[in-house]
């Protein structure tokens, strides 16, 4: 089943403790993106990534960093984490080929940050 | 750079009746794409419909259709014989056409729809 795969789907944790967000996709896709939601604000883009070793700064990259050394997985790091991450964090992949080709979402993260 | 609109934060609606969510969007392109997807309680989130700026005619997704005024940057969603299933956060989103750079949705703050048994 093609699919992308988020890990943990939730998370409690202390301000500053590194935490880690994995994502992986089965559809070989080459673009993948973090966005997180909030009320009020609707989903905003972090982090997106190409393909492998190319990724670049969203809209809100402010205290996340991320990797992408294989092209299926996408995590998404938090160094030292604080109360203004708590949210529910997307991944999402999409393949490079068409014109047309609509996102998939994995299931979200809920971070809350103590 | 894009930003799209969604005025109504809560629309309900009767079970079986129809319902239109508003969705405006401001952009210098002339071609692009627009979405709506559906998050129900369980957090997924789903496409519903898609349209293309460059088509003329609305898409079309069984009891989901759009109007889409591209002159107006208007892109409503209508959903007929609404369901009780249909219950769930709704965004709207913007995406630019593809050129091998970022495929950014840029989402909408959503509309949450209750649907009245």
């Known amino acids: 089943e093609a699919q992308v795969t988020q890990n943990p789907r939730y998370l409690i944790t202390v301000t500053g403790k590194k935490l880690t967000v994995t994502c992986s996709q089965n559809?070989?896709?080459?673009?993948m993106s973090w966005y997180r939601q909030d009320p009020g604000l609707g989903l905003r883009q972090i982090y997106y990534?190409?393909?492998?070793?190319?990724?670049d700064k969203g809209d809100v990259p402010e205290g996340y960093k991320v990797s992408r050394k294989e092209k299926r997985n996408f995590p998404l790091i938090l160094e030292s984490p604080s109360p203004n991450q708590t949210s529910l964090y997307f991944c999402?992949?999409?393949?490079?080929?068409?014109?047309?080709?609509?996102?998939?979402f994995g299931d979200g993260t809920r971070l809350s940050i103590l | 750079a894009q930003t799209v609109t969604q005025s109504q934060p809560e629309m309900s609606v009767q079970e079986a009746e129809t319902v239109t969510l508003s969705c405006t969007y401001d952009?210098?392109?002339?071609?692009?794409?627009l979405f709506w997807y559906k998050q129900p309680p369980s957090r997924q989130m789903i496409l519903v419909i898609r349209?293309?700026?460059?088509?003329?005619q609305n898409a079309t997704e069984n009891r989901f259709s759009v109007n889409f005024q591209k002159a107006a940057k208007s892109f409503s969603l209508k959903i007929s014989d609404s369901q009780l299933g249909d219950a769930a956060m709704y965004f709207c989103?913007?995406?630019?056409?593809?050129?091998?750079?970022?495929?950014?949705?840029?989402f909408g703050t959503g509309t949450r729809l209750t649907i009245i048994p």
């Open positions: 999402a992949s999409s393949p490079r080929e068409g014109p047309n080709q609509p996102q998939h």
């Open positions: 559809m070989n896709h080459e673009y």
């Open positions: 990534s190409m393909n492998v070793e190319v990724t």
């Open positions: 952009t210098s392109e002339s071609d692009y794409y």
């Open positions: 349209q293309e700026a460059y088509k003329q």
């Open positions: 989103a913007y995406r630019s056409l593809p050129n091998f750079g970022n495929e950014k949705l840029t």
